[in-house]
C-alpha cells in the first residue's frame, strides 16, 4: 500500500482531500448551524455555469467556475432576502438557471468536452498540481475570512435581527459568508463534483455537533473527520475501483448513521439506568 | 437632558395594511419601566422594531435620545421574543453575551478586557455568571431569558426593550424577572411590551396600551374606554388576580 504514495497522482489526491477536508470541515459547520443547506446547494448548482464558460472560453474550467460561484453567491443571497416570492423559490429558480446556462455553454462548446463528468462527479486522482495550488490559496483565504470575522459570523448565524441591532451590517455580512462558501464549493468539486458537494458541506459538520456545543472545536472535529474518511473513502474506491467521490459520501453517509444509531443507543441506555 | 424616546405621528403598514397609526409617543424620564400592552397582531413588535430602526415607518419621525434609532443604538439594549431561537445552537452563555458589546468593540477587533468585564458584570447582575461556560440550551426557560437579558445589558443601555419576555416562564419565573427588571428600572428606563395582562404588576410605572393605535396618558392607570378599544371586547375579567389596582377608582366599578 505505502508504494502507492510514491505516485504523482496519489500524492496529488491526498493533498486535495486534507485541503477539501478543512475547507469543508470550517465552513460546514455554518452551513449547517445557520441552517443554510438550500441556498449552499443553490450556489453549488448554479456554478455549473461557470464550468460550461470554462469551456466555451476554453480556460481552465476551475476560472469560470470561481467567479461564477461568487455571482451567483452575491445574486442568490440579495434575490432570496429581497425579492416578494419565498425565499425557497427564489433559490429553486437561481438553482436551475444557473445549470441551464452551463448546459447551453457546453453545447456551444465545440468539439468534445473532455472531463465534464469530473466537474459534475469529482475525480480526485486525477486532480493536477496547479488545481493544489489553487485549493491551498482559497483554503487560506477562507481560513483568513473566517478568523477575522469570527465573532460577527457567531453572531450573525445566533441571533441574526439582534447583530444588526448591534450595528453590524448583517447583510453584507451574510453575503461575505455566501460568497466564503462559494469558494468551499470551488475547493470541493475536484474531490466529489458540483452534484455531490453538499454531503461534504453537511455530513462531518452535523456529525461533529454530536461531539461538543462549541462552534470552534466543531470546526476541528468536522476537518479531522473529513480528513480520515475521505482518505479512506479514496483507499476503497482504488481497491473496489468505483468513482472515487460517490465513495467517500458512501462512507461519510454510513460513518454517520453508525455514530448516531451507537450514540442513540448510549443514551437510551442512560436513561434506562 | 434629551428625551429617552419621541415619536411624532408614526404610521407603519406593511404593503397595503396599517399597521401602527398615528403613534405619538414621549418619554422624558431617564428610568422607569413602561408596559406596553395589546392583543397579538396589535402592532407591539412592530413597535420596538420601530425604536430599534429595524423598520422605517413612511410617515412621521422617531428620535431616541435626540438621535435617529441607527445613531443610538450603543444607548440601547434589546431582548427579542424568546421562541425564536434555536436552542441547540453551539453557543456558551459566555458567549452570548459577549455578541452584547459588539456595538462597542467595533468591526474585526477581538472582544477586549472592557468588553469581558461588562459581560461579567451583566451576567452577575442576572445571577448567572456561574453558568458562564454553559451551552445556551442547558438552562432552565427562566434561566435563558435573564441570559438574553445579560446581553442586552452588556450593551451598558439607556433603554432596555424587552418583546414579550414573560412568555413561556412559569408565574415564579415571572416574579422573579419583574423583580430584576424593578431593579434595573433604577438605572435605565425600560419598556416591555406583552399581550399578558397579568404582567401589568406593581412593578410597572405607566401603562400603554396599543392596537394599531397607542393610548398613553403618562400614567399607571389605564382607562376602560382605552382597554376596550384596545381589546375589543369587555374588560371586567382582567381586574382579577392583579396585584395591584390598575384600574382608575372612578372606572372600576362599572
Known amino acids: ?273 | 437632558m434629551e428625551k429617552v424616546i419621541e415619536l411624532k405621528d408614526v404610521w407603519v403598514r406593511y404593503g397595503n395594511q396599517v399597521i401602527l397609526e398615528a403613534v405619538n409617543l414621549e418619554i422624558e424620564k431617564p428610568e422607569g419601566l413602561l408596559g406596553i400592552i395589546g392583543p397579538n397582531g396589535g402592532g407591539k413588535t412592530t413597535l420596538l422594531k420601530v425604536f430599534l430602526g429595524l423598520l422605517k415607518p413612511y410617515r412621521g419621525n422617531v428620535k431616541l435620545f435626540g438621535k435617529t434609532p441607527e445613531k443610538s443604538r450603543d444607548l440601547v439594549g434589546y431582548v427579542p421574543q424568546y421562541k425564536r431561537f434555536d436552542f441547540d445552537f453551539p453557543i456558551s452563555v459566555w458567549e452570548v453575551v459577549l455578541t452584547g458589546r459588539m456595538s462597542h468593540t467595533g468591526f474585526l477587533k477581538k472582544y477586549g478586557d472592557e468588553d469581558k468585564k461588562a459581560a461579567e458584570e451583566a451576567l452577575k447582575t442576572v445571577e448567572m455568571f456561574q453558568y458562564k461556560d454553559r451551552q445556551i440550551g442547558q438552562l432552565s426557560g427562566g434561566q435563558r431569558q435573564r441570559v438574553f437579558i445579560a446581553r442586552a445589558l452588556a450593551t451598558n443601555p439607556k433603554l432596555l426593550l424587552l418583546d414579550e419576555p414573560n412568555s413561556g416562564l412559569d408565574p415564579h419565573m415571572q416574579d422573579e424577572l419583574y423583580r430584576l427588571l424593578d431593579r434595573l428600572k433604577n438605572d435605565m428606563a425600560i419598556i416591555m411590551v406583552t399581550h399578558d395582562l397579568s404582567a401589568v404588576s406593581v412593578y410597572v410605572d405607566k401603562i400603554a396600551c396599543l392596537n394599531r393605535k397607542l393610548h398613553y396618558h403618562n400614567s399607571k392607570e389605564i382607562r376602560v374606554e382605552d382597554l376596550e378599544a384596545t381589546y375589543q371586547c369587555p374588560v371586567e375579567l382582567i381586574a382579577h388576580g392583579v396585584p395591584h389596582r390598575v384600574l382608575d377608582k372612578h372606572n372600576g366599578g362599572s
Open chain 1, 1 to 273: 500500500m505505502f508504494e502507492l504514495l510514491q505516485y504523482s497522482f496519489v500524492q496529488n489526491a491526498l493533498a486535495a482531500s486534507v485541503l477539501a477536508s478543512i475547507a469543508c470541515g470550517i465552513i460546514g459547520v455554518y452551513v449547517v448551524v445557520k441552517k443554510i443547506v438550500f441556498i449552499s446547494g443553490g450556489i453549488a448548482h448554479a456554478s455549473f455555469g461557470g464550468i460550461g464558460l470554462g469551456y466555451y472560453l476554453d480556460i481552465n474550467p476551475m476560472f469560470g467556475v470561481l467567479p461564477f460561484s461568487i455571482l451567483s453567491a452575491l445574486v442568490m443571497g440579495t434575490v432570496s432576502k429581497k425579492s416578494k416570492i419565498p425565499e425557497d423559490s427564489a433559490i429553486g429558480i437561481l438553482w436551475s438557471l444557473g445549470m441551464a446556462i452551463g448546459i447551453i455553454f457546453v453545447y456551444l462548446t465545440p468539439g468534445y468536452a473532455p472531463d465534464l463528468m469530473t466537474y459534475l462527479f469529482g475525480n480526485i486522482l486525477t486532480v493536477p498540481r496547479f488545481d493544489i495550488y489553487l485549493m491551498l490559496a482559497l483554503d487560506l483565504v477562507i481560513v483568513g475570512a473566517v478568523y477575522l470575522f469570527y465573532k460577527e459570523f457567531l453572531s450573525l448565524c445566533f441571533d441574526e435581527e439582534f447583530t444588526t441591532v448591534q450595528g453590524v451590517p448583517t447583510q453584507k455580512l451574510y453575503l461575505l459568508l455566501l460568497c466564503i462558501i462559494a469558494l468551499t464549493i470551488v475547493v470541493l468539486i475536484k474531490v466529489v463534483g458540483i452534484i455531490l458537494v453538499i454531503a461534504l458541506l453537511t455530513i462531518p459538520a452535523t456529525l461533529s455537533r454530536k461531539f461538543t456545543h462549541d462552534l470552534k472545536r466543531m470546526m476541528l472535529i468536522s476537518t479531522l473527520f473529513g480528513t480520515v474518511i475521505s482518505v479512506a473513502g479514496i483507499g476503497l474506491s482504488y481497491v473496489l475501483d468505483v468513482p472515487s467521490g460517490a465513495t467517500i459520501i458512501l462512507v461519510l453517509s454510513f460513518v454517520y448513521g453508525l455514530v448516531a444509531f451507537v450514540m442513540e443507543m448510549l443514551e437510551g441506555r442512560g436513561v434506562l439506568n
